[in-house]
């Protein structure tokens, strides 16, 4: 089954199984650091869609990482830096018509992540797994609606979804009108 393992620079905490070893591995931003130190055992392509500057400045050992990379795997970038080997341009322009309708462009992308479902989708994987993404603090508050979006817009296409470990991405509320009512009836 042709998977790919997204890699989170969350903390999570609850069922995480170890990485399945048949998967394509994709990182994010500054997990390299942020949850291995710097020494990424393995992965197969690196989604960093920041502008240079602002990694530069906030990340700046993400941005080192990247320019010590051998050029045989690929980093999505905006735009092709030619101090990072291997950076690569997104092909945005070609997602975008891919999920146009009607004549009109997707719009609902919110982060790296949402960019990277779309991909896998276009790619026609058949299971995504999400690994530390919490997204649980402000910072990402636009971000897990568009998440959210992508990983319907997977299942729709018969994708598997997982996401590993306790994320804003997992419902956790009951299920409407069986479970639990808006506004709840009075005692």
């Given at each position: ?12 905490w ?10 394509e ?29 602002h990694?530069?400045q ?29 950076a ?23 982060g790296s ?7 896998a ?35 729709g296409?018969g994708?598997?979804?997982v ?24 005692g």
């Amino acid at each position: 089954m042709k998977t790919a393992a997204f890699l989170g620079a969350g903390w999570t905490w609850g069922n995480v199984p170890p990485l399945p070893t048949e998967a394509e591995l994709w990182g994010t931003n500054n997990v390299m650091c942020a949850r291995y130190a710097g020494d990424v055992p393995r992965w197969d392509r690196w989604f960093d869609l920041h502008p240079t500057a602002h990694i530069q400045q906030r990340r700046p050992e993400a941005y080192d990482w990247y320019t010590r990379q051998d050029a045989t795997r690929p980093i999505y970038r905006w735009e092709v830096d030619p101090a990072i080997p291997g950076a690569v341009a997104y092909p945005k322009d070609a997602i975008l018509s891919q999920f146009s309708h009607d004549g009109h462009d997707e719009r609902d992308f919110w982060g790296s992540l949402s960019w990277m479902l779309a991909l896998a989708i276009a790619e026609r994987f058949e299971r995504i797994e999400l690994f530390w993404f919490a997204l649980m603090n402000d910072q990402y508050t636009k971000q897990v609606p568009s998440t959210r979006y992508w990983i319907g817009q997977a299942r729709g296409r018969g994708i598997q979804v997982v996401v590993h470990g306790d994320s804003a991405l997992v419902p956790t509320h009951g299920l409407y009108g069986c479970e639990e009512l808006s506004p709840a009836l009075a005692g």
